[in-house]
């Protein structure tokens, strides 16, 4: 096989594996936040906190063992705007909190027939588009090239200090995540919470490793679910025209992997809105994710455990903002 084959069936075979955990376990990170914020255990957020833990750890280990090179990815650009990338953030937040999950999370969810995560899907991979390369892309590269900047580095250094950063975040993680608790059962979220850190070092590898090639090389990257999901959908209309790349393979793999671990638990049947209320909460929620996904240059997972696994500073920045959008919209469901 040539390495773009070779590239595709890793893509495949790591979104298979992301739905099938993600249907296993529920994983996401907006029920682990919801469950915090609610006085609730938050095992969720345990597990996603072991799986930034662990794809820390994988992804800096590779690094630095010079198998993958994390200067050719999305997340060292060399600049980036300070207003559009916490801006998008924030949106992306508030829309995964309108929609009760990320598209990461709506992908297994359409595994097992939810409907409202295909609504939300359309709207999060089209509102993708439309700021990267539609209507809104002349807007969005002109706020862009009156608020960009250039810092002097994109993330932490190499060297002893950021070996200990990588490490000292690696065990604050693993106390968060491992630490004794009164009552409740958290295994299955710890378990998804390493199987999902292990799969960011997996796509690290494929596309950075299986992908390398002097003349037509793969762009370095791992999960994340904004841009692929939109390019997925232009796949499925111009299949002729358009060539398969890693994200639509890992897309592909998330939905049969969801698909075929609902079957065989019998959890698999379709959902639609309860309300005809919900369904533009759920709109808006996509738009918002798509549109914040693309300023932000990922979503919960893109930025969230892709990107902080590099270390990057755009990516905490993105990161971040996400979680405070959630939290925005959480506070005003409780007013």
Not at 182 to 191: I, K, T, Y
Request: hydrophobic share 50%; proline share 3%; with cysteine.
């Amino acid at each position: 096989m040539t390495h773009i084959q070779l590239v595709l069936w890793a893509g495949l075979a790591i979104g298979l594996a992301f739905g099938v955990c993600g249907q296993i376990s529920g994983f996401c990170l907006h029920r682990g936040l919801t469950e915090i914020w609610s006085g609730k255990h938050g095992y969720k957020l345990h597990g996603f906190a072991i799986a930034l833990a662990v794809a820390l750890a994988g992804t800096q280990l590779l690094a630095g063992a010079g198998v993958i090179d994390l200067t050719k990815s999305l997340y060292y650009m060399p600049s980036y705007s300070w207003l559009l990338v916490p801006l998008g953030g924030l949106m992306f937040g508030y829309g995964m909190s309108l929609a009760n999950g990320c598209g990461a999370r709506a992908l297994v969810l359409l595994g097992q027939g939810n409907l409202r995560s295909l609504v939300v899907l359309l709207c999060l991979g089209i509102a993708a588009y439309m700021t990267l390369t539609g209507l809104l892309a002349p807007l969005r590269l002109w706020v862009a090239e009156h608020t960009t900047f250039s810092p002097q580095s994109v993330a932490i250094p190499a060297g002893l200090p950021h070996h200990i950063i990588t490490w000292v975040a690696v065990a604050l993680l693993f106390w968060f995540a491992l630490r004794p608790r009164e009552s409740g059962h958290r295994r299955a979220d710890l378990l998804s919470g390493v199987v999902m850190g292990l799969l960011i070092a997996a796509g690290w590898v494929a596309t950075g490793w299986l992908g390398a090639d002097d003349f037509d090389p793969i762009p370095v990257t791992s999960l994340t679910f904004v841009a692929p999901i939109g390019d997925t959908i232009q796949y499925a209309m111009i299949a002729t025209g358009m060539s398969l790349r890693f994200g639509i393979a890992v897309v592909f793999g998330v939905v049969a992997g969801s698909f075929f671990t609902a079957l065989l638990s019998r959890t698999c049947r379709l959902e639609g809105f309860d309300t005809a209320r919900q369904m533009p909460r759920y709109v808006l929620g996509g738009l918002l994710m798509g549109s914040g996904g693309a300023l932000a240059f990922g979503c919960s997972i893109g930025q969230g455990l892709t990107g902080l696994s590099t270390l990057a500073y755009s990516s905490m920045i993105a990161a971040a903002a996400i979680v405070v959008g959630a939290r925005l919209n959480h506070i005003r469901l409780r007013a």
